[in-house]
Each structure stands twice: as C-alpha cells, then as structure tokens.
C-alpha cells in the first residue's frame, strides 16, 4: 500500500550535471516526490564503464548528490543514496544477465553507439552489460514508476521484459513489472553547438550548459548556440532544430506553454530568445549552486544524508533480493 515506488538515477560521468538531465529528468523527480515513494540514486556502478580514475570518480559521486540535493531532492521525503553502497544491485544484475538473451542485449541502440565509439579495445563487457545492471536496480525496489529521459525508453522497456520473463519462469510476483515515465515537453534537450545530437556530460562538451558552470559562461554558451538561418522565431523541431530546443528549455524553466512563447516572440528575433533563456538559466544556476555548495562544503552532513539513504534503501532491496533468490532456486 501507500504511494507508488519510483525510481531514477544518474551517472556520476562528470563534475557537473548538465541542462538535460535537470530539465529531463531532476525537474520531474522533484515534482514526484510527494506523490511518490521515491528513492533517487547516483550510479558510480555504471560510471565504471568509462573507466575513471578512483579519486575523480569518488569526488564526482558526492557532487552529482549534491546537485540532487541543490535541485530540491528532499532526503527527509525521499531516499538519496549510491548504488554501490547497497552490494544488491550487483547481485540482481548477474541473476538478471542470466536470463538475457545475448542477441537482446547486441540490439540496444546505446551500446552500438558508444562501441562504436571506443572501438573493440575500449569495449568492455561492462558496457555491454549496463542495461542489465540499469534493469536490477529498477527491479530491486519493486518500482512503479522510472521518471527518465527519452534516451532510456528502450533501456527501460529491457527492465520491463525481463520483469515479466522473470515472472512467467518463477511466478507471479517475482517482480514488479515498471511503467516508463517520460515527460512530453523536455524529454530530449538537445547539444547546443550540434542540435542533432542530445545534449550529454561528455567532457569538454561545449554544447551543454552544465549546473556548476560560471553563470557568465553557461549565459555565453546560450548566446552562442547554433540555430538555423531564418528569423522566424517558430518551434519546428524538423526544419528549425536550435530553436525548437532554445523553445522547449525556456519552456519548461519558466512554466510557459511553447505555444505562448511563439506568440510572445512573433517579429523578434533568435537574439531576443536567447537573451531571456540565458536570463532564465542564470536565475536557475545562481541559487542551485549556492546550496550544491554548502552541500560540498560540509562532508560529514552529505555522508550522513548518504548513509540514511542507503540503510533504507539496503532494507527494501534486500527483501525484493530474498524474495528473488529464493523463487531461483538459490
Ligand atoms: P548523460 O547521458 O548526460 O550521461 P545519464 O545517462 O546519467 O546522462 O542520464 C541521467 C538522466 O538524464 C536520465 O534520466 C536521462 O534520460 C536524462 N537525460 C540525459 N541526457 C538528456 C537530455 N539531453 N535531455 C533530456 N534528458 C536527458
């Protein structure tokens, strides 16, 4: 009973979060969490297939929480803690990757990009495997609900397929099949400097506006996206795919219905709506990185809020992991 689970994540891939994941993802996550059981987690697991070095990767973990926490992630009404300091994820995983079937895993479009990407070499059996891992933590919470970007759809329709094969092999029950939750307007911010491709935390990208940037820079980096040679102000993501994205953003920062910003900005020109998105990024910017600092400049209150997330979320996966074992046969 009580309110339904959810759950989300994010890499901890760089020092900063990005635009994207705020408007695709935190934004939602926030608003969730009254009506929602939620519990919100940052992936260092999945970090691991980009192979970074220990002490950046530990630094990145506890930054990315405090970006959670900087956005309005309220660890007194939602679980915040790190995959990897509740051991059931990896467990999950590997019962989980034994009924996956290779081909299965070979087609998700994420995996053929980045291989691609690194090449043979730099492929590891970890990338390979990540929509495995991404399916057990989902599945370790019994969870409803999983608010994400348009980029995880068929990540998420993996967790989905294996829920339900776990359930016609073992039983009913064995898990909790989860339902996407993906946003209509902001599910995909595309790369400032190249609008065909999503906005990522690759670094050194400089088509992302990143939540720690210099607000100085992140407004310069608005001012500086690529749109398309016409003036009309007009959102076409089809023919005029910088300006669509520049449209969605100021929408969802400002609550405005596209439809009224297309109004709003009849006869004026791509200059005009740059100028109020970067004003609208630096009224974000300014107040969130206050409180993501006062977050990193007190360790000892950010491990305990780490650590109280974690004690919850060890008790409830620990019981879905009983439960899951026992029906295998272990
Ligand atoms: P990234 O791709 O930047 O490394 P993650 O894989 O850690 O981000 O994803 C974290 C969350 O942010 C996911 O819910 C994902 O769907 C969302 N997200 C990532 N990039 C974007 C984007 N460009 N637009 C909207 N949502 C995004």
Redesign the pocket.
């Known amino acids: 009973g009580g309110r339904p689970r959810i759950f ?7 020092d900063s ?10 934004t939602q996550w926030v608003a969730l969490q009254d009506s929602h059981d939620a519990l919100y987690c940052v ?1 260092d697991l ?1 970090a691991l297939t980009v192979n970074p070095d220990p002490a950046r990767l530990r630094d990145r973990t506890r930054r990315t929480a405090a970006q959670y926490l900087a956005a309005g992630v309220d660890p007194a009404r939602s679980t915040l803690f790190v995959q990897s300091h509740v051991h059931e994820h990896s467990e999950l995983a590997w019962l989980l990757g034994c009924q996956t079937g290779f081909g299965e895993a070979s087609r998700m479009t994420q995996f053929k990009d980045k291989s691609a990407k690194r090449g043979a070499e730099g492929t590891t059996v970890g990338l390979f495997t990540y929509p495995v891992l991404m399916a057990a933590d989902i599945l370790l919470y019994d969870t409803a609900l999983v ?6 759809r068929q990540h998420l329709e993996l967790a989905r397929d294996l829920a339900e094969r776990m359930n016609s092999r073992f039983g009913d029950g064995t898990c909790v099949v989860p339902e996407p939750h ?1 946003m209509a307007a ?6 400032l400097q190249d609008p065909a491709r ?5 670094d050194g990208n400089k088509g ?1 506006v990143f939540l720690l940037d210099d607000p100085k820079r992140a407004a310069k980096n608005i001012k500086a996206a690529v749109t398309d040679d016409g003036t009309e102000i007009r959102y076409d993501p089809a023919t005029k795919p910088g300006v669509a994205n520049l449209l969605t953003m100021l929408s969802v920062l400002t609550s405005t219905p596209v439809a009224d910003l297309e109004r709003a900005y009849e006869g004026k020109m791509y200059g005009h709506l740059k100028v109020d998105l970067a004003e609208a990024v630096v009224e974000l910017l300014t107040p969130l990185q206050r409180v993501a600092n006062e977050y990193l400049d007190d360790p000892a209150e950010l491990d305990r809020v780490l650590a109280a997330g974690a004690d919850r979320a060890r008790e409830l996966g620990a019981a879905t992991l009983d439960r899951i074992r026992d029906r295998m046969g272990l």
């Not at 989300?8 to 760089?14: D, F, K, L, V």
């Not at 608010?147 to 995880?152: A, H």
């Open positions: 989300s994540a994010m890499q901890p891939t760089n979060l990005h635009l994207g994941n705020y408007i695709g993802a935190l992936v999945h608010p994400v970007g348009e980029d995880q993906i902001g599910a995909r911010i595309q790369d999503k906005m990522s935390k690759e992302a």
